[in-house]
C-alpha cells in the first residue's frame, strides 16, 4: 500500500474513533447502576452489584407535575435536573431530564452544555428559543407555543426566553447523557472563582476596565437544582 494511502487510512480511524468516543459510553451489560459512594474513580461511575440493584435504583419520586419556585431566581427561572446523580440507574445509559419553569418574562440563560444535545418541548405557555453556531456565530431562533419541540446541537449556545408579561412557562427538556453539565456563560466568564483577568475581559468585550469590575461584584447564581 502507497505511503499516501495509509495517511488516509489513518485519517478515516482517527475520525470514526473521535465519533465513537464523542458521547457516553454504550452499555455492555442490561444496566449498570451507578455506585455512587465508591473510591473507584473512572469515567462515570463504576456498577453496582447486580444482585444489590432494586427497583428503586431506577425510580425517583421527582415531583415533576409541581410547579417550582422562580421567585428567588435573578433570572426568572428554575432547572431541575434529573441526572445519574439523581437517579443512579441512568449510568452508561446516555440519557437525562430536566423540568424548567419561567417566570413571566423569565429565561433560563444562554449556556451550554457540553456533553449532551438537549430536545426541548413547551408544556404551558410560549418561548422564544435559540442557539448560535460556532463562528461565524449564526443564530437560529424560533418562538414555540404548547407543544412545539426544538432541538439544541450539543455543545452549542442556546437559551430561552418567556416572553409573555403576565403567564409563566413550563418546558421538559430531554439531554444525550446522564451527566451533560451545563456552563451558563455569564456566570462562567464574571464569575470564576479565581475571577479572570479584568485585563482580559475588557480587551475581549471592548469595554472600560471598570464596566467589567462591575460586573465581577455582582452575584452570578446558578438556576439549577
Not at 439544541?152 to 451527566?179: C, E, M, R, T, W
Request: hydrophobic letters at 45%; a neutral charge.
Amino acid at each position: 500500500m502507497a505511503p499516501s494511502s495509509y495517511f488516509l487510512l489513518a485519517a478515516l480511524l482517527a475520525t470514526v474513533t473521535s465519533v465513537a468516543i464523542a458521547s457516553d459510553p454504550s452499555p455492555l451489560q442490561d444496566f449498570c447502576v451507578a455506585d455512587i459512594h465508591s473510591p473507584v474513580k473512572v469515567n462515570g461511575f463504576v456498577c453496582k452489584d447486580p444482585m444489590a440493584v432494586n427497583a428503586d435504583d431506577f425510580f425517583k419520586a421527582a415531583n415533576l407535575d409541581k410547579p417550582m419556585d422562580t421567585k428567588k431566581s435573578k433570572v426568572g427561572s428554575n432547572v431541575t435536573l434529573i441526572n445519574v446523580m439523581q437517579l443512579p440507574g441512568l449510568n452508561t445509559l446516555g440519557i437525562s431530564l430536566a423540568r424548567i419553569d419561567y417566570a413571566p418574562l423569565g429565561q433560563n440563560p444562554p449556556h451550554t452544555h457540553p456533553r449532551a444535545t438537549e430536545i426541548l418541548t413547551v408544556l404551558e405557555g410560549t418561548l422564544y428559543v435559540g442557539f448560535v453556531t460556532s463562528n461565524p456565530n449564526k443564530l437560529f431562533a424560533k418562538v414555540l407555543n404548547k407543544g412545539d419541540v426544538f432541538v439544541f446541537p450539543q455543545g452549542l449556545i442556546h437559551f430561552q426566553f418567556n416572553p409573555i408579561y403576565d403567564k409563566p412557562a413550563v418546558a421538559i427538556a430531554g439531554l444525550s447523557s446522564q451527566n451533560p453539565g451545563a456552563i451558563t456563560i455569564a456566570n462562567a466568564v464574571f464569575g470564576s472563582k479565581p475571577p479572570i483577568s479584568d485585563d482580559v475581559l475588557a480587551k475581549a468585550f471592548q469595554v472600560q476596565k471598570g464596566t467589567i469590575d462591575w460586573l465581577q461584584a455582582q452575584f452570578w447564581e446558578n438556576n439549577h437544582n
